[in-house]
C-alpha cells in the first residue's frame, strides 16, 4: 500500500472484488475504457495484466488502472524494461477534485516501488479524449506516435521514469 495525497493504490487481490462493485462510470466513459470488473476478467486470464485499485482516505475505491507488461507493451515499445498504464478511469462521482492528476504523478513513484525494473510508462489516449490527453501531457508524458487500440485512432505517449 503506498499512500499519497489522500489516497493510496493497492493492487488487485481477490479480496477486493467487493470494493469494485459500487464503481460508477457513465455511459459515455465507455467509448475510452473498459470497467474495472472486466479488466480484471482480462487479467485473470493474463498474468502480465496488474489491475490496480485507488483509493481514497475513507477507504473507497475511486479509481482505476491496469499496468500491463510483457505482450502488452510490446506493440508501443522493444524495451523489456516498459509498462503499458492502461484503462485508467476515475469513478465519476470522485471526478474534478484532482484524483486523476493525483493518480498520474503517483503512479512513478508506485512503479519504482513495485516493479523496480521498469524504465519507462507507457499510454494509449483516444485521439478524441482532449481532457486525458491535457492531463497527460501537464504530467510529463510525450507524445511519441499514433497507433490502433481496439478499433480506435489512439496517440501514445511516454515517460521516462529511470
Known amino acids: 500500500m503506498r499512500r499519497r495525497n489522500n489516497m493510496y493504490l493497492e ?9 469494485i462493485s459500487g464503481f460508477y462510470l457513465q455511459s459515455q466513459d465507455r467509448q475510452f475504457t473498459k470497467t474495472p470488473a472486466e479488466n480484471i476478467k482480462l487479467a485473470e486470464l493474463d498474468a502480465e495484466r496488474c489491475p490496480t485499485l485507488v483509493y481514497n482516505d475513507d477507504q473507497q475505491c475511486i479509481a482505476f488502472f491496469t499496468l500491463h507488461f510483457g505482450a502488452g507493451v510490446k506493440p ?5 524494461h516498459a509498462v503499458f498504464f492502461r484503462s485508467f478511469s476515475v469513478d465519476s462521482r470522485y471526478r474534478n477534485l484532482g484524483i486523476g492528476t493525483a493518480v498520474i504523478q503517483a503512479l512513478p513513484q508506485y512503479i519504482r516501488e513495485h516493479f523496480p525494473t521498469v524504465t519507462e510508462i507507457y499510454l494509449a489516449v483516444n485521439d478524441t479524449n482532449d481532457k486525458a490527453q491535457r492531463l497527460y501531457e501537464r504530467c510529463d508524458y510525450h ?3 499514433e497507433n490502433e487500440l481496439e478499433g480506435k485512432r489512439v496517440y501514445i505517449l511516454k515517460q521516462i521514469i529511470a
Open 76 to 80: 508501443y515499445s522493444t524495451n523489456e
Open 11 to 19: 493492487s488487485y487481490h481477490p479480496q477486493l472484488a467487493k470494493d
Open 143 to 145: 507524445y511519441c506516435g
